[in-house]
């Protein structure tokens, strides 16, 4: 048996969940507070932290992409990133057989 039969079937994450735009900002970045530190962009699962002249730039479209870890939040620790849970029935659904 060689190494690709042995390695274990990959788990398709976009197929058991499903990202229902919030219908409003729910993460909010002061970036006069931001040090450049990066570890929003480090951490971010979904890539959506860029540095970009010394300081954090989040994607336009994060919240058709966000899965609202809260782990940008986390790791910031200047305090520069607030976060919310998108209201009711937007964001990330996930999906169970």
Known sequence: MNREERR???LNRF????IIP???DF???DADKCTGCSGCVVICPMDLWKLREGRARLA???REKCMECGSCYIACESGAIDFTYPPGGSGVVYKFA
């Open 8 to 10: 274990p079937e990959r």
């Open 15 to 18: 197929a058991l969940s499903e």
């Open 22 to 24: 919030a219908p409003k």
């Open 27 to 29: 993460i909010f970045f």
């Open 60 to 62: 336009e479209d994060y």
